[in-house]
Nanobody, 125 residues
Framework: QVQLVESGGGAVETGGSLRLSCATS????????MGWFRQAPGKERAFVAA????????FYDDSVKGRFTSSRDNAKNTVYLQMNSLKSEDTAVYYC??????????????????WGQGTQVTVSS
């Protein structure tokens, strides 16, 4: 019954920045990769970023590489997504989720569960 809560979304102009947070309540997630996904209007949920259990490895979709940075603070049971140089194409609901298997770094939505409720990011020109 792990719960994930995303926050930090909002409206920003092109080129701006936001930092998303994903906080857990309940059981610790410190053995699992955490993933970030997004779903734009009319589109399927898409992979954005993943960060492994200790934060030592990250992986990013090409669409956000060099602009987004994921980090985690296991002591706070929180993972972050720093989003810089935002583009209109980044507009979406952003979700965090935990990999279902401890120690694995899944890159597809099917590898994850305990999805958060999502936070809206809107980027305007």
């Amino acid at each position: 019954q792990v719960q994930l809560v995303e926050s930090g979304g909002g409206a920003v102009e092109t080129g701006g920045s936001l930092r998303l947070s994903c906080a857990t309540s309940g059981r610790t997630f410190n053995t699992n990769t955490m993933g970030w996904f997004r779903q734009a209007p009319g589109k399927e949920r898409a992979f954005v970023a993943a960060i492994n259990w200790d934060g030592g490895r990250t992986f990013y979709d090409d669409s956000v590489k060099g602009r987004f940075t994921s980090s985690r603070d296991n002591a706070k049971n929180t993972v972050y997504l720093q989003m810089n140089s935002l583009k209109s194409e980044d507009t979406a609901v952003y979700y965090c989720a935990a990999d279902r298997v401890a120690g694995r770094m899944g890159l597809g939505p099917a590898a994850y569960d305990n999805w958060g409720q999502g936070t809206q990011v809107t980027v305007s020109s």
